[in-house]
């Protein structure tokens, strides 16, 4: 079963533009994360935020988290070609000893 | 290595088949996730160990499924009688943490056919 779900499922933006995706769960979490996998590879960690902060940034990453409204979500400024890739968020339970539960994911596609 | 590392990366199985992906997780990382992903969509949980300890086999689609990790270190997943269904893109995962409390480190993938 999967414990987040993304929105939209498929984003289309021109270069240059931002990108936001938004993510939302069901249960108390412990922390959010947000991952990138270009096609056929891995999944690679871009941020991690947890469930006692609102806000994290990393380079031209912005990740929100609203525990209130158990929602996050992932903006990406300036988007370039080479950040067209499926995100996804994954979400650890409070609940001790509970693994990764990802989200069905955002397509990104930036077009040059 | 510096990675996680998964092997094979491509694997063909005739349908009723056994098959075995070896997952050699990053030293010293204590927690290690094996997932399904299904083309287009997104990692589907299926086990997890803490070292040796198989914490959370909740994911496992049948008694089919089979995983283990006896030193703590490289797991192997088992799948006995591969069916159709079985075709996807298998992930392993290892963190330094227990369970995700920190970021997890992907291997590249099996991708699994079954003919």
């Known amino acids: 079963s999967q414990q987040g779900e993304e929105d939209p499922q498929a984003l289309s933006i021109q270069e240059g533009e931002n990108a936001t995706m938004n993510c939302s769960y069901k249960?108390?979490?412990?922390?959010l994360q947000w991952y990138r996998q270009n096609s056929g590879r891995g999944l690679v960690h871009l941020i991690l935020?947890?469930?006692?902060?609102r806000e994290k940034h990393s380079g031209r990453l912005r990740v929100t988290l609203d525990t209130s409204k158990k929602s996050s979500s992932l903006l990406i400024t300036a988007s370039r070609a080479a950040d067209t890739a499926s995100y996804f968020c994954a979400t650890v339970l409070n609940s001790g000893n509970t693994p990764l539960v990802f989200g069905k994911g955002t397509r990104l596609s930036v077009i040059a | 290595g510096a990675g996680v590392s998964q092997s094979p990366r491509y694997k063909v199985a005739k349908r009723g088949q056994d098959v075995a992906l070896r997952c050699d997780p990053i030293s010293g990382h204590v927690s290690l996730f094996w997932y399904q992903q299904a083309l287009g969509q997104g990692p589907e949980f299926l086990t997890y160990?803490?070292?040796?300890?198989?914490?959370?086999k909740s994911g496992l689609p049948s008694d089919r499924f089979f995983a283990e990790r006896p030193e703590g270190s490289v797991s192997t997943l088992k799948i006995q009688r591969t069916q159709q269904e079985d075709s996807a893109v298998y992930l392993c995962a290892s963190s330094p943490s227990q369970s995700g409390y920190t970021e997890a480190f992907f291997g590249q993938g099996t991708r699994l056919t079954v003919v």
């Open positions: 249960t108390s979490i412990n922390n």
């Open positions: 160990f803490q070292n040796e300890a198989q914490l959370d």
């Open positions: 935020i947890r469930s006692n902060e």
